[in-house]
C-alpha cells in the first residue's frame, strides 16, 4: 500500500541549498546534502510515516557517504526508548574510493535476507518511523547525501 512521510528531521549541519526535505520530493531527484564547511563527516535524519507500515525493503540512492546505518522505531514508545537496527552499519566506499573521489554515486537495496536484521523479530508489524545515518570517515572535505 502507500504511505507518506511526514517532515524530516535532520540532525547535523546540512547545505541550507539541499536540505531533508529534499528526500521526499516527487518532482526528480534533489541531493539532500552536508554544509560543505561541517567537518563532523556526519548526517541524520528521521523519519515520521503517517501510519505504522511493514517495511519489506530499503533502497538508499549515495553520494559520498562511506557508512550507512538504518533504524527504526514507534511513535508510541518512549522518548528515551533507543530505536532497532534494522540495516546494521554498511560500507558504501572503500578508504581508497573515498580518498580518489571515485565510485562515489550508486544506489545500494537492502531487503530481509540481504544485510537487514529483523529488530526483535516484528517486522511483520510495522514501523511508525525510521533514521538513517550517513558517515564519511576517511575524507573531511567530502559532502555527504
Known amino acids: 500500500g ?4 511526514t517532515q524530516p528531521l535532520c540532525r547535523g549541519a546540512q ?8 528526500l521526499l520530493r516527487e518532482d526528480g531527484l534533489r541531493p539532500w546534502l552536508s554544509c ?7 548526517l541524520r535524519v ?7 507500515i511493514p517495511i519489506g ?16 522505531g514507534r511513535s508510541s514508545w518512549p522518548l ?12 558504501l566506499m572503500t578508504p581508497a574510493d573515498s580518498k580518489l ?13 540481504t544485510g537487514w536484521s529483523d529488530p526483535e523479530g516484528k517486522s511483520p508489524r510495522g514501523w511508525g518511523g525510521g533514521r538513517g545515518r550517513g558517515q564519511q570517515g576517511w575524507r573531511p572535505s567530502c559532502s555527504l547525501h
Do not use: H
Not at 2 to 5: A, C, D, M, T
Open 57 to 72: 525493503y530499503v533502497d538508499v540512492g549515495n553520494c559520498g557517504c562511506a557508512f550507512l546505518q538504518i533504524e527504526v
Open 36 to 42: 560543505p564547511q561541517d567537518r563532523s563527516r556526519q
Open 101 to 113: 573521489d571515485r565510485n562515489r554515486c550508486a544506489v545500494r537495496m537492502f531487503k530481509e535476507g
Open 15 to 22: 547545505d541550507p541549498r539541499y536540505p531533508a526535505e529534499n
Open 46 to 52: 528521521e523519519l515520521q510515516l503517517e501510519r505504522a
Open 2 to 5: 502507500s504511505w507518506r512521510v
Open 80 to 91: 528515551d526508548r533507543p530505536y532497532l537496527t534494522l540495516v546494521p552499519s554498511v560500507t
